[in-house]
């Protein structure tokens, strides 16, 4: 199974997941997977539909919410604030390394009014370096 990185105990994050970890991400207490990569960013990755219909098989949400080079949108700040407002249990976000996955729940926590210094320490104790989006973090924290 992929490298889960626990955040708190609402999110994880990981590099990216198969069909076939599914059932082990349900059986860890997960409810929900959060899509982070696009299709056919890489060749051979898993086609989101194919963990999307595992997911749903093994009775957990799903969403799609690719984060490309372009970076990142209000429309996937506000779809990732969906998703955690509507979990019923912990989230499990996946990307190619976990990154973009560890970013956006950053960015959408801080427009959700998380104050950017805890999701720094958060993210680092998780190794993840927020540094580069902490002027995205105050902003959205701050226009709360």
């Known amino acids: 199974m992929a490298n889960i990185l626990h955040i708190d105990d609402t999110i994880s994050v990981a590099p990216q997941i198969t069909p076939k970890d599914v059932a082990e991400i349900a ?6 997977i959060v899509n982070n990569r696009p299709d056919d960013e890489e060749s051979g990755q898993p086609d989101g539909d194919a963990v999307r219909a595992a997911a749903e098989a093994a ?5 799609a919410i690719p984060v490309t080079h ?12 969906d998703v955690l407002e509507a979990a019923d249990g912990p989230v499990l976000a996946y990307c190619r390394s ?6 956006l729940w950053a960015l959408a ?4 009014g998380d104050h ?4 720094m320490a958060k993210a680092a104790a998780a190794g993840y370096d927020l540094t580069g989006i902490r002027a995205m973090l105050d902003a959205l924290a701050s226009g709360r």
Do not use: I, W
């Not at 059986?27 to 929900?32: E, K, P, Q, V």
């Not at 009775?59 to 969403?63: P, T």
């Not at 926590?109 to 959700?112: F, G, Q, S, T, Y």
């Open 116 to 119: 950017p210094d805890t999701l």
């Open 98 to 103: 976990g990154t973009r996955s560890c970013n």
């Open 27 to 32: 059986a860890a207490g997960f409810t929900a």
């Open 109 to 112: 926590r801080a427009k959700m």
């Open 70 to 81: 372009a970076g990142f949108s209000h429309p996937q700040l506000d779809a990732m604030v």
């Open 59 to 63: 009775g957990l949400s799903y969403a």
